[in-house]
């Protein structure tokens, strides 16, 4: 019998978020993945893992060569030693929404400097009592965008409370707390960074319980150009973030990785572009 040479077959990692099936960050890698390997002519295996126990993460068989031409990780929730594993077992990998002093392949967005940005347009706008709802800290996005956010605060000499400082984790029921917390507070802010859009809307929907007008009452901005923005009365500002470019160029530089075809170790920053709707205005005419 003749032997049949199979398709190349790439594995996608995504780390389980919650209601994994409607998540915005999710569907546009996916999206960009399957698109690279439409035109490249290979099979995608999409392997969803707990986000709590990163033990079952690569099992055997994911790490089988004569299987599996190369690993794509669409994050890694910071622990870089599932990735270090799946190196030292000679599988061509990459990761993205990750940077890396390491000799690690990586496709990134730059998180800091976006959040840096914003925060920098919120002070030009007059604003100086800044708020933010972080993202999941376990992730190097949300810790970045909290970093780039303390940083433009304190290149500016601008204090704020700790009470200013939540957790969101990028989720819709967090982060409703955290606004309330926020908004409730007898010094509130003027202005709040949300890490994420899903989060920004649900900012929205407690100013708006709480009689609170955005912009004129209250400036936000959001991460991510989520097209859930479609849905609010106010066209928010955030930051666009190449989620299906980010993920269309690791599936690509994943396939030369494993045809010898790429210098390693490949590392590119893909730089956001922040986007100025309608819900943050200058303090003076709020």
């Known amino acids: 019998m003749a032997y049949i040479r199979r398709k190349p077959i790439y594995v996608l990692i995504i780390p389980r978020f919650q209601d994994i099936f409607h998540s915005y960050f999710a569907g546009e890698i996916a999206k960009g993945v399957n698109l690279a390997a439409s035109r490249l002519n290979v099979d995608i295996l999409v392997h969803i893992v707990d986000r709590q126990d990163h033990s079952e993460w690569l099992d055997p068989t994911l790490l089988d060569r004569r299987h599996v031409d190369g690993i794509l990780f669409a994050d890694i929730d910071r622990d870089i030693n599932v990735v270090k594993r799946s190196i030292m077992k000679g599988m ?30 919120l002070i030009e706008l007059g604003h100086t009592r800044i708020a933010t709802i972080a993202g999941d800290l376990h992730t190097q996005a949300g810790q970045s965008r909290l970093d780039g956010f303390h940083d433009a605060l304190n290149k500016h000499n601008i204090k704020i409370p700790d009470a200013y400082v939540k957790n969101g984790d990028f989720l ?8 309330e917390q926020l908004l409730k507070l007898k010094e509130r802010p003027t202005a709040i960074f949300a890490a994420s859009d899903v989060m920004a ?10 009689k609170l007008r955005v912009p004129q009452d209250l400036s936000l901005v959001g991460f991510d150009d989520n097209p859930i923005n479609l849905t609010s009365h106010v ?14 160029v690791g599936l690509e530089r994943l396939y030369q990785i494993s045809h010898g075809k790429a210098r390693l170790p490949v590392k590119e920053v893909i730089r956001p572009a922040l986007i100025k709707g309608q819900s943050a205005v200058s303090i003076r005419h709020s």
């Open 92 to 121: 061509p990998t990459l990761v993205l929404n990750n940077a890396f002093r390491d000799p690690i392949n990586y496709i990134s967005i730059d998180n800091y400097e976006a959040a840096y940005e914003v925060v920098e347009y």
């Open 172 to 179: 819709r029921t967090p982060a409703r707390a955290a606004a």
């Open 201 to 210: 809307l649900e900012v929205m929907d407690v100013a708006k319980s709480r």
């Open 235 to 248: 066209r928010l500002s955030t930051v666009a973030q190449p989620l299906v470019e980010m993920g269309r």
